[in-house]
Structures are given as structure tokens and as C-alpha cells.
């Protein structure tokens, strides 16, 4: 494992700790509205002058988006972590070091980049690149910089123990199998606290899917995709109903 995002045990620089709380406390209306904006404002790629091409980079674009919310659902069905905070500022009623969190420090983060990245590749424009990648990786950078500032002052030596032992970001997988056979996995609370954002985004990758070919091909040839995305989105349109039928229910 690369020492880099193993233990760096130095304190991050403050105004990376102040970007990142101000990241934290607005991104919940702050990070759909810069995808959007970036995505609106983007001209999609037709990669070499292939359509074949391209629906290869959107299946890799939404293989690296779902290998995200694995492991998100990964980390949540084992051990799940307070990550909304308390009154939109970072807070942590305890320091969780068991399930994936003693793999990796920020696997929930990590999995959001990924979902992330998975998005621009599909979208693949140049703005995309340039400015969507470069801002959601600073925004993520930023906002684990603030976490540890935060848990190093609430939980003192208890968390640089953990901090020298265990990854930033990058999992270590030694040690998994033990993981994954001491602990029981929870589907209800997996399904409970992921169902809304994964609807959102796996919404949101078919519509970009459907966008870039209409904006590359036209609408008059881009009707196959329309009736493979209206397909892909039967699935998750009945996921979402009857997840959210079961938690107004009380069944999750």
C-alpha cells in the first residue's frame, strides 16, 4: 500500500479544514447544481468519430459509477457512519473503526468519486474534464481534510492511531475475508439509507446517455438509444417505488 494515502499523520492545512467545512455544509445543493451546470454547458464527445466507441466509454462510465455504490453498499450494510452531520456541519457521535472503516478511512467518500468520475466519463466533454473532475476531487480532498481535523480534536490519540493505520482513501484488503465473515450484513438499512441517491444517479446516467446521443447524432437517430434508456430505467423506477413503499411502511 502507497504510503501516500496510508498515514499521513501531518495536520492538514487550514484552509483546506475551512474549504472543506464550507464544501460540507452546502453540498448537498451545491454538488447537483455544478454537475448540472458543467453537464448543460458541455459538448459530449463522439470518441474517433465512433458511435461504437462511444457507447463503449458510457459502459465504462457506468461500470465505474455502480463499483462505487458497491462499495458504498459494502460499507453501509456492515457498519454504517454518521456522514450527514449534525445541523449540516461535520459531527461523529463515536469513532467508527470496524466493517470496511478499518480497510479504508473514507470508503463512503471514495465511493462517491467513483459514482462521480463514472458520470464524466459518460458525459465525456472536455469541460467535463477540465473543470467537473478537478472540482468534485477538491471538494472531496477538502471535505476529508476537515473530517480528520475534526476527529483528531473530538477523539485525540484514539484517532491517530487509527489515522497512522488504516488508508485515507485506498483500500487495504488485508484482513477482508475476516472482515466480511464477522459481521452480519443489514439489506434494510442498506436499502433505507441509499435508495433516494442511487435513484438520482443511475437517473441521472441514462439521461446522460440519452443527452449525448441526441447531441451528437440527433434525435431522429438517437431513438434506439431512447427505448434501451426507457428499458435500463423500468428496473430502477420500480426499485425506487418499491423501496420507498417499504420504508413508509416501516418494513425497513
Avoid at 465512433?50 to 455504490?69: H, N
Amino acid at each position: 500500500m502507497s504510503t501516500e494515502l496510508a498515514s499521513a499523520t501531518s495536520a492538514p492545512a487550514p484552509w483546506l479544514v475551512r474549504l472543506g467545512n464550507t464544501f460540507f455544509h452546502h453540498r448537498n445543493a451545491l454538488f447537483p447544481v455544478v454537475f448540472l451546470l458543467v453537464a448543460a454547458l458541455s459538448k459530449p464527445r463522439l470518441p474517433w468519430g465512433s458511435v461504437r466507441a462511444d457507447r463503449v466509454v458510457d459502459a465504462l462510465g457506468l461500470a465505474i459509477a455502480c463499483t462505487g455504490q458497491a462499495l458504498r453498499g459494502l460499507v453501509i450494510g456492515l457498519a454504517y457512519i454518521r456522514r450527514g452531520g449534525k445541523n449540516r456541519r461535520i459531527h461523529a457521535d463515536e469513532l467508527v473503526t470496524d466493517g470496511f472503516f478499518a480497510h479504508s478511512r473514507n470508503p463512503l467518500y471514495l465511493g462517491n468519486m467513483l459514482v462521480y468520475l463514472g458520470l464524466f466519463v459518460v458525459l465525456d466533454s472536455l469541460l467535463g474534464w477540465l473543470v467537473g473532475v478537478p472540482f468534485f476531487l477538491l471538494a472531496y480532498l477538502a471535505i476529508t481534510a476537515a473530517e480528520e481535523d475534526y476527529l483528531h480534536r473530538q477523539f485525540g490519540e484514539a484517532y491517530d492511531g487509527y489515522h497512522r493505520g488504516v488508508p485515507r482513501f485506498l483500500p487495504n484488503w488485508n484482513g477482508i475475508s475476516a472482515t466480511l465473515a464477522g459481521m452480519q450484513f443489514n439489506w434494510q438499512r442498506l436499502v433505507r439509507k441509499e435508495y433516494g441517491s442511487t435513484f438520482i444517479w443511475m437517473t441521472t446516467a441514462l439521461a446522460l446517455v440519452y443527452w449525448e446521443a441526441v447531441r451528437n447524432r440527433g434525435v431522429a437517430a438517437s431513438a434506439g438509444v431512447l427505448r434501451v434508456v426507457l428499458l435500463l430505467w423500468v428496473p430502477v423506477i420500480v426499485g425506487y417505488g418499491t423501496a420507498r413503499y417499504l420504508k413508509k411502511n416501516g418494513r425497513l
